[in-house]
């Protein structure tokens, strides 16, 4: 089992950027596939990013394409999101998410949550 702990949230202007970690203990990240999330108030949770065990390969929400980078250190037991251009849409819970079996953008093959951090993009 893995706990995760989401930080770097935060109120920043469009245009601006964030760089979001989640935190994992309990367990060695190298055996998860990560995942990021989003979920706006009044909306489904939505996929944003996913890394794979070792970092090999990355995939990315079209809407985020080219904006965020998803990165992990497995050393440190972190996952990173680096969040570049952002939009007022962008506002949302962010949530990390640990998965055992493989990259994937569907909210339910994750089996470990982290309880998320507040991005807001407003001027």
């Known amino acids: 089992q893995v706990q995760l702990v989401e930080s770097g949230g935060g109120l920043v202007q469009p245009g601006g950027s964030l760089r979001l970690s989640c935190a994992a203990s309990?367990?060695?990240?190298?055996?998860?596939?990560m995942g990021w999330f989003r979920q706006a108030p009044g909306k489904e949770r939505e996929f944003v990013s996913a890394?794979?065990?070792?970092?090999?390969?990355?995939y990315y929400a079209d809407s985020v394409k080219g904006r965020f980078t998803i990165s992990r250190d497995n050393a440190k037991n972190t996952v990173y999101l680096q969040m570049s251009s952002l939009k007022p849409e962008d506002t949302a819970v962010y949530l990390c998410a640990a998965a055992r079996r493989g990259s994937t953008p569907r909210v339910d093959e994750y089996d470990y949550w982290g309880q998320g951090t507040q991005v807001t993009v407003s001027s």
């Open positions: 309990g367990r060695t990240l190298s055996a998860y596939y």
């Open positions: 890394i794979s065990r070792y970092g090999a390969s990355t």
